[in-house]
């Protein structure tokens, strides 16, 4: 089936600790995105990525770092300098310039 | 700098009622695309519709309709005769296709849409 894949769907986390979130799609999309979602809110922006081994930061960067060297893989490392990590992430993809885009199930990170 | 806003936190209507999701967006840009996406409970974001900015036409699709105003930057969204299958929470987007935030994704606060039997 083509899709986003996100993994794990729930994550447990010790303070102190980086913890990687894993987005995957075989839609042969060119931009992909991560969104944090706290409780009642809004979707905030992190990182995008328009093509392989470029991305930009977002709204709320700072604690987070991504990677994207191959076209189907967008990784989020939530690290131990972000202060509040606890929430819901989404992953999302498109074709690029404006066209639709595409959301994973989303995982749940809690920390300990 | 790009900007959605979602005014309506909430909406509670009972079943049958139409309802009205408000949406109003700033840009620079004079190419821009506008999205709703719904994300019922279990989390994941459903897309509906997407609107250019420069096709105004109006859209329905089913029960579910559109109106796209550039003179006002709106793109309010419209549910005829509700049905609790639509309880959600409603986000409207924009993502710029130029300048310095081009890609770049944009989500309003989202409106929460309680449809009671």
């Known amino acids: 089936d083509g899709g986003i894949t996100q993994s794990p769907k729930y994550l447990f986390r010790k303070e102190g600790q980086n913890v990687t979130l894993s987005c995957e799609q075989n839609l042969n999309h060119d931009a992909m995105y991560w969104y944090r979602q706290d409780p009642g809110q809004g979707l905030r922006l992190i990182y995008y990525s328009q093509i392989v081994n470029d991305f930009q930061k977002g709204d709320i960067a700072e604690g987070y770092s991504v990677s994207r060297e191959k076209k189907e893989s967008f990784p989020l490392t939530v690290t131990s300098a972000q202060k509040n990590p606890t929430a819901f992430y989404l992953c999302a993809s498109g074709p690029g310039r404006g066209n639709t885009i595409y959301f994973g199930e989303g995982s749940w990170l809690t920390v300990v | 700098a790009q900007k959605v806003t979602q005014a309506q936190t909430e909406i509670s209507v009972v079943e049958k009622e139409d309802v009205t999701l408000d949406c109003v967006y700033e840009t620079r840009d004079t190419t821009y695309y506008l999205f709703w996406y719904k994300q019922p409970p279990s989390g994941e974001l459903v897309f509906l519709i997407r609107?250019?900015?420069?096709?105004?036409q109006n859209e329905i699709s089913g029960r579910y309709s559109w109106n796209f105003q550039k003179s006002t930057s709106s793109f309010n969204f419209t549910i005829t005769a509700s049905q609790v299958v639509d309880s959600a929470v409603y986000f409207c987007?924009?993502?710029?296709?130029?300048?310095?935030?081009?890609?770049?994704?944009?989500f309003g606060q989202g409106t929460i849409l309680t449809v009671h039997p």
């Open positions: 987007a924009l993502i710029n296709a130029g300048g310095t935030s081009y890609g770049k994704l944009t």
């Open positions: 609107r250019n900015s420069f096709d105004e």
